[in-house]
């Protein structure tokens, strides 16, 4: 029973394979690594946006900055910004940036903005940084450290060129052992826990943990553990992308420094610029909208940019996915990371991001032995089905607030039967009072408060003012940091760089790799 932790399985490659295999081998050296990955299944490739957490993931895994950007078309993200999310009305938007506002646990921010402020949007008043990305700048200078941020920032990738990255690196300086073969049979010990996974070609591959990283198919949690899976289609409704890889008009455009999500009919569309080009995509479902509507729609919003010629001229392709969870995570010595593990849609971009947070806990709290395991899955359990609700929650609160009425689309999943029992109370409370720490318990929550007052208050949400005089509602300190976000705003948009003017700095630096610049 009490079966020391030695070899480490990962089954299914992709930017979660590699990630988990990665991380566990630069940080528990002393464990074996294997990942096992079939050449006839392809990875979904879509995660191109990355939190700020990437950053820390990448320098754990003892990858240097400049290196992942060359070779994975990487670009800056600070944020997203939302198009015509509120209403049709033309130019309408807001940002979600990366910086928390400065100030924001030491007064009443909002309070502040609604009674002397208000005429300015909720992101642009309190945080610089939608002024940075509006403009089109880098988070830093050339000569910042790497990693290191004037303005928080995450990354937009190519997710193929990402795994294949991952990949070598892994390979060739961590020492992973990789197999690529089809797995045909998982075989259980006496007790129930995985013994091995029989391969084609390589016979039985045994382990003492497994990581599932094998997509939504979920061969192990799902197929040998019959993990449930909680369907969230009647909260979330898209399970249905239509992507496309969109050239620039000319080899100097400009590269967005935030995801652009502009809603549509039906769902909406992400733009994510790359250096070499810009990645697009229109999330919707299917009850509502056919797939030849849908490349229409995409081609039409191509059009704008580039042209009726170029845009028709889009090779596109289809993806279908299922919103929801698995009820269970880690199941005996079985743990799904990845897709295998959830997926809900790639707005706000927190697929790559539920990876992070399930390698980082089960790293820093890697089991001993099976005693060990056993506790730790329950706490996982625990704590991801909490993360995943949240998640939901989050992303739910992007289409309630709607003003949208174009379409049966927006007018259902605005309903109060769609929307989750926890949101729709916190609703309720911020009728009264702006979004707080109190709300979000947990240490380290997915979304922290202050991303919900920007998506609330972006969507032109109301809560009463408040006009109490104490310690937190202190309209002088209040001033204080809107005046200190004045000032950032002149000196920030004239000290940095474009995207595409500190890459080829960076570049040039380090020529030894040609880039698309």
Request: proline share 3%.
């Given at each position: 029973m009490n079966k020391k932790i030695q070899h480490i399985v990962v089954l299914g490659g992709g930017a979660a394979g590699w990630l988990s295999a990665g991380l566990l081998s630069a940080e528990h050296p002393d464990k074996q690594i294997t990942l096992i990955e079939s050449?006839?299944?392809?990875?979904?490739?879509?995660?191109?946006?990355?939190?700020?957490?990437?950053?820390?993931?990448?320098?754990?895994?003892?990858?240097?900055?400049?290196?992942f950007l060359k070779h994975c078309d990487?670009?800056?993200?600070?944020?997203?910004?939302?198009?015509?999310?509120?209403?049709?009305?033309p130019g309408e938007n807001y940002y979600h940036p990366f910086m928390t506002p400065q100030g924001y646990l030491e007064t009443n921010l909002h309070a502040y903005w609604q009674?002397?402020?208000?005429?300015?949007?909720y992101a642009d008043a309190l945080n610089m940084q939608s002024f940075v990305c509006q403009a089109g700048l880098a988070p830093k200078q050339?000569?910042?450290?790497?990693?290191?941020a004037v303005t928080n920032y995450?990354?937009?990738?190519?997710?193929?060129?990402?795994?294949?990255?991952?990949?070598?690196?892994?390979?060739?300086?961590?020492?992973?052992?990789?197999?690529?073969?089809?797995?045909?049979?998982?075989?259980?010990?006496?007790?129930?826990?995985?013994?091995?996974?029989?391969?084609?070609?390589?016979?039985?591959?045994?382990?003492d943990l497994f990581i599932d990283c094998s997509g939504a198919r979920g061969r192990l949690i799902a197929e040998h553990y019959n993990s449930a899976f909680i369907n969230q289609q009647?909260?979330?409704?898209?399970?249905?992308?239509?992507?496309?890889?969109?050239?620039?008009?000319?080899?100097?455009?400009?590269?967005?420094?935030?995801?652009?999500?502009?809603?549509?009919?039906?769902?909406?569309?992400?733009?994510?610029?790359?250096?070499?080009?810009?990645?697009?995509?229109?999330?919707?479902?299917?009850?509502?909208?056919?797939?030849?509507?849908?490349?229409?729609?995409?081609?039409?919003?191509?059009?704008?940019?580039?042209?009726?010629?170029?845009?028709?001229?889009?090779?596109?392709?289809?993806?279908?996915?299922t919103p929801g969870y698995r009820k269970q995570f880690w199941i005996k010595n079985c743990l799904a990371i990845g897709m295998s593990q959830g997926f809900i849609e790639p707005l706000e971009a927190s697929a790559l991001a539920m990876v992070e947070l399930s390698l980082t806990m089960l790293s820093e709290q890697m089991p001993q032995e099976r005693k060990h395991m056993a506790l730790l899955a329950t706490r996982f359990n625990q704590r991801?089905?909490?993360?995943?609700?949240?998640?939901?929650?989050?992303?739910?609160?992007?289409?309630?607030?709607?003003?949208?009425?174009?379409?049966?689309?927006?007018?259902?999943?605005?309903?109060?039967?769609?929307?989750?029992?926890?949101?729709?109370e916190l609703i309720k409370i911020w009728q009264y009072q702006p979004?707080?720490?109190?709300?979000?318990?947990?240490?380290?929550?997915?979304?922290?408060?202050?991303?919900?007052?920007?998506?609330?208050?972006?969507?032109?949400?109301?809560?009463?003012?408040?006009?109490?005089?104490?310690?937190?509602?202190?309209?002088?300190?209040?001033?204080?940091?809107?005046?200190?976000?004045?000032?950032?705003?002149?000196?920030?948009?004239q000290a940095l760089p474009t995207n595409r003017a500190l890459l080829k700095q960076l570049f040039e630096q380090t020529p030894d790799q040609k880039a698309h610049l």
């Open positions: 050449a006839n299944i392809a990875i979904s490739g879509v995660g191109e946006g990355t939190w700020p957490s990437m950053r820390n993931t990448l320098k754990r895994i003892g990858i240097k900055e400049i290196d990487a670009s800056f993200k600070q944020g997203s910004k939302f198009i015509n999310w509120r209403n049709l009305n009674q002397h402020a208000a005429t300015q949007k050339v000569t910042t450290p790497e990693y290191a995450g990354y937009h990738l190519d997710a193929g060129k990402f795994a294949s990255f991952l990949k070598e690196h892994c390979e060739n300086q961590l020492g992973v052992c990789h197999i690529v073969d089809d797995v045909v049979a998982v075989n259980n010990d006496d007790q129930g826990y995985i013994r091995s996974l029989t391969t084609k070609q390589h016979g039985d591959i045994t382990g009647h909260t979330l409704f898209n399970n249905s992308a239509i992507a496309a890889h969109l050239p620039y008009t000319n080899e100097q455009q400009e590269i967005a420094s935030a995801t652009l999500s502009t809603a549509q009919p039906h769902g909406w569309i992400w733009d994510i610029g790359l250096p070499s080009r810009r990645g697009i995509g229109y999330t919707y479902c299917d009850k509502y909208c056919d797939e030849q509507t849908a490349v229409a729609l995409l081609k039409n919003y191509a059009a704008q940019s580039v042209g009726a010629e170029l845009a028709e001229q889009l090779h596109t392709r289809k993806l279908n996915f991801f089905s909490y993360r995943w609700q949240r998640v939901i929650d989050f992303l739910k609160l992007h289409y309630i607030l709607s003003e949208r009425d174009d379409s049966q689309y927006w007018l259902d999943i605005k309903t109060a039967a769609s929307t989750p029992p926890r949101l729709a979004p707080s720490r109190f709300d979000f318990i947990e240490n380290e929550e997915v979304f922290p408060s202050a991303s919900y007052q920007y998506v609330l208050y972006g969507m032109g949400f109301d809560t009463q003012t408040n006009k109490a005089k104490n310690t937190f509602n202190n309209p002088e300190i209040g001033h204080y940091f809107y005046q200190q976000n004045r000032e950032k705003i002149a000196q920030y948009l």
